[in-house]
C-alpha cells in the first residue's frame, strides 16, 4: 500500500507563486512517473505535470509549460510543483499521482493522494 500526502495549496493573487509537495510512504517504488493532475468543478481531471521517478524525464500540459516546474528528492520520496505567474484558470483542485506507466494518462496511475486546493484571486 501506497500513501501520497500532498500539501502547500492555498489563496494566492494572479501572478504569485506556489509549491506543491507531495510526500510518498509505505512502499518505495522506483518505476514509472509520478504526476500532478488538476479538477475543477464540474470539470474533467486533467493532467499537468508528471516526471519519471529517476527524474530524468518530465512532462507538462501545454497550458502550465513554462509556468509550472515538477522535480522529485528521491531520498524523501517526495514530488514537488513549483507554480510561478499563477492564473485565475489554474484555480482547482490539485492531485498527486504515483507509479504510472503512461506519464499523462490520470488512469493509468495506481495511487493518488487527497488532493489540495489552489484558489487564484484576479
Known amino acids: 500500500q501506497v500513501q501520497l500526502v500532498e500539501s502547500g495549496g492555498g489563496l494566492v493573487r494572479a501572478g504569485g507563486s506556489l509549491r506543491l509537495s507531495c510526500a510518498a510512504s509505505?512502499?518505495?517504488?522506483?518505476?514509472?512517473?509520478m504526476g500532478w493532475f488538476r479538477q475543477a468543478p464540474g470539470k474533467e481531471r486533467e493532467f499537468v505535470a508528471a516526471?519519471?521517478?529517476?527524474?530524468?524525464?518530465?512532462y507538462y500540459a501545454d497550458s502550465v509549460k513554462g509556468r509550472f516546474t515538477i522535480s522529485n528528492d528521491n531520498a524523501k520520496n517526495t514530488v514537488y510543483l513549483q507554480m510561478n505567474s499563477l492564473k485565475p484558470e489554474d484555480t482547482s483542485v490539485y492531485y498527486c499521482?504515483?507509479?504510472?506507466?503512461?506519464?499523462?494518462?490520470?488512469?493509468?496511475?495506481?495511487?493518488w493522494g487527497q488532493g489540495t486546493q489552489v484558489t487564484v484571486s484576479s
Open positions: 499521482a504515483a507509479d504510472g506507466y503512461r506519464p499523462r494518462e490520470w488512469v493509468s496511475y495506481d495511487y
Open positions: 509505505g512502499r518505495t517504488f522506483s518505476t514509472y512517473h
Open positions: 516526471i519519471s521517478w529517476s527524474g530524468g524525464k518530465t
